[in-house]
């Protein structure tokens, strides 16, 4: 693999904001986003203080981040990187699903359909334009750009023709499971302060507590990685290969996300379960793969196509020579 230095390569063209209408708000995404952000800040009052908590969201940030979000719905559905059993699918994508990032079919499609138009016009969250609209702007306003009924259609027929998926989206059930979870985060500390005797109103306040900081704190946190690999690394870092968009490998964005900042590596070679390329860029959702693997749970696993640098370097280069000619 040819490591190169920061690039400069010319940034691509930003994509036009001209798809905005007119500034409305998508408030199915805008009002969840603002009421579980103020929850997720009460979790900071010393009466719903917990260190449990604290413990709960930290690892949940690995459970429903990592094994849901990176592994289930962005290597396994959106990209099949690899192959699992049925069940073992089910399982990360409900893990997914509990972190409020839409429904699979939806997710995948959007994120098919970025990496089809990355950072050109029709790219649903390209930063390049605006870090906040890549960050967040683009789930809260209106653009033609993330339309996702129409995305569904052209880029996840594989998954609205799946019964499991389908039921998922059928009357939002994706929801109903993850507030099933953050219940099920109330009714563990309540059992829990309960078989120890303790008093209704202290069950109350620790049921709360789990539910606060394994609940909200946690899908806020995965909320702000996600977005971090929309923003952050379509800006800031290092490009291993010459991609046609403004794609980049990022260091700190990987160490927080487990692995989903080598984002220009991603960008590559989308279909690579592998997104660390060497001991430098560490990928802790890849390693987790490679241990699935080598137990018999995870099989088909696609790697870095040898020769990628070089291919994609020849391609840019026919694309710079044909733009130089029509000039
Ligand atoms: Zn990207
Ligand atoms: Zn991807």
Known sequence: MSMREPSDDPAPAAPQQASLQSLRI???????????????????????????????AVL????????????????LVAHRSFACPLWLEYVLVILGACCLEESPIVWAALHRQHHHMA?????????????????????VIKSDNAEAGRSIVRYAPDLTSDRFYSWLEVGDNWI?????????????????????????????????????WGGAVRIVAVWHL??????????????????????????????????????????????????????????VAWLTIHALQSVGLVWDVALPSPGLAEALEARALRGAAGGAHQN
């Not at 390049?128 to 702007?137: D, E, K, M, N, T």
């Not at 260091?251 to 996300?257: D, E, N, P």
């Not at 900042?261 to 990928?283: F, K, L, T, V, Y």
């Open 119 to 139: 950072d050109k016009e029709g790219d649903p969250h390209s930063p390049v334009a605006s870090f906040l609209w890549g960050h967040l702007g683009w789930l």
């Open 176 to 212: 109903k499971v993850a507030l099933l979870s953050v219940a099920a985060f109330f009714v563990a500390g309540f059992v829990a302060v309960t078989i120890e005797g303790g008093p209704l109103p202290e069950a109350v306040r620790f049921g709360c507590s789990l539910l606060l």
């Open 60 to 75: 949940g940030c690995y459970v429903f981040g990592t094994l849901g979000m990176n592994i289930g719905y962005h290597r």
């Open 226 to 283: 996600t977005w971090s690999v929309n923003s952050i690394t379509h800006l800031w870092g290092y490009r291993n290969y010459m991609t046609p968009d403004n794609s980049r490998n990022n260091l700190l964005v990987s160490l927080i996300t487990n692995g989903e900042g080598w984002h220009n590596n991603h960008h590559a070679d989308p279909a690579s379960a592998r997104h660390g390329h060497g001991w430098r860029e560490p990928d």
């Open 26 to 56: 998508k408030w199915r995404y805008a009002s969840p986003i603002i009421v579980i952000h103020l929850i997720a800040i009460s979790a900071f009052l010393p009466s719903f203080f917990s260190w449990t908590g604290v413990v709960l």
